[in-house]
């Protein structure tokens, strides 16, 4: 399984601010390597974060995201102790899943 | 192994199990939209996306730098006044218009940041959903070192 996300969680006046750093290479399917053949495509294709079995945000990525991706997004309606669930998948089907705890 | 260790073991071990074996409900993922992000200009994207063509607005906000120092990691966000269900990133000149697609389920804020590379100086449109229908707001981005691997 690919490496862990950090997650980053905080509370504030009722709103969550969260960050998530993944850990991926985002191969666009661009480059070429030192032979000149291209080195195919691989990256993260589908996000999901839930709170309390709720979903609260979704991503799709495409290969122009950047190498180890970095996400903010903010929503309403948890407390602090709350535990906000990132899952990711990759174009190879590799998937990570990991919690960070609201502060 | 020291307990601390077995112990981080044990649960990584454990969440593993339970991931893999459909324990962890990973919240349903939308299908990934291979005809988006396969469009090479605007009108092929939204056309993939559905909701047609956006309508310039100034309710929506790019934050992104007027020169990116390195195309491989320019931070690009939205923000906007409008009740938003979706947003998008498209980069004009990149091989594959767009960068990122995302949903904001009810409660969330109409708000996202990420990075992207860019493969050369383009116009960055930075697309909002609203109401079924498409805004957008797009600025230049000068980028002196591409970053798609040219």
């Known amino acids: 399984m690919a490496d862990p996300m950090r997650i980053r ?3 504030k006046d009722g709103e969550i601010d969260v960050k998530v750093l993944m850990k991926h290479d985002m191969e666009s399917g661009q480059r070429k390597d030192a032979a000149g053949a291209i080195i195919p495509a691989w990256h993260i294709t589908n996000l999901v974060a839930t709170v309390n079995g709720k979903q609260v945000f979704a991503a799709q990525f495409g290969p122009a995201i950047s190498k180890d991706p ?8 948890a407390a602090k102790g709350d535990e906000v669930i990132v899952s990711w998948e990759d174009t190879k089907g590799d998937k990570r899943t990991d919690k960070g705890k609201i502060s | 192994m020291n307990s601390k260790r077995r112990k981080v073991l044990q649960f990584t071990a454990l969440v593993s199990f339970m991931a893999g074996s459909g324990l962890l409900s ?3 993922a939308a299908e990934w939209n291979k005809a988006a992000f396969a469009a090479k200009s605007m009108d092929d994207v939204m056309k993939a996306l559905g909701g047609g063509l956006p309508e310039k607005s100034d309710a929506v906000t790019l934050k992104a730098p ?3 120092e390195n195309g491989a990691v320019v931070p690009v966000g939205i ?4 009740k938003a269900t979706n947003m998008a990133i498209l980069i004009e000149k990149n091989p594959y218009m767009l960068a990122g697609y995302f949903d904001l389920p009810d ?3 109409p708000f996202v940041t990420t990075r992207v590379k860019m493969g050369q100086t383009s116009n960055v449109y930075a697309l909002v959903k609203a109401d079924g229908k498409w805004f957008s707001a797009f600025k230049e ?4 070192l591409g970053g798609c691997g040219g």
């Not at chain 1, 903010?72 to 309606?77: A, E, I």
């Open chain 1, 70 to 77: 970095f996400l903010n997004f903010k929503f309403k309606g």
């Open chain 2, 141 to 144: 981005i000068k980028v002196t």
């Open chain 2, 26 to 28: 990973e919240a349903d």
């Open chain 2, 107 to 109: 409660g969330t804020e």
């Open chain 1, 9 to 11: 969680a905080t509370e």
């Open chain 2, 79 to 82: 923000t906007t006044t409008l």
């Open chain 2, 66 to 68: 007027d020169i990116a």
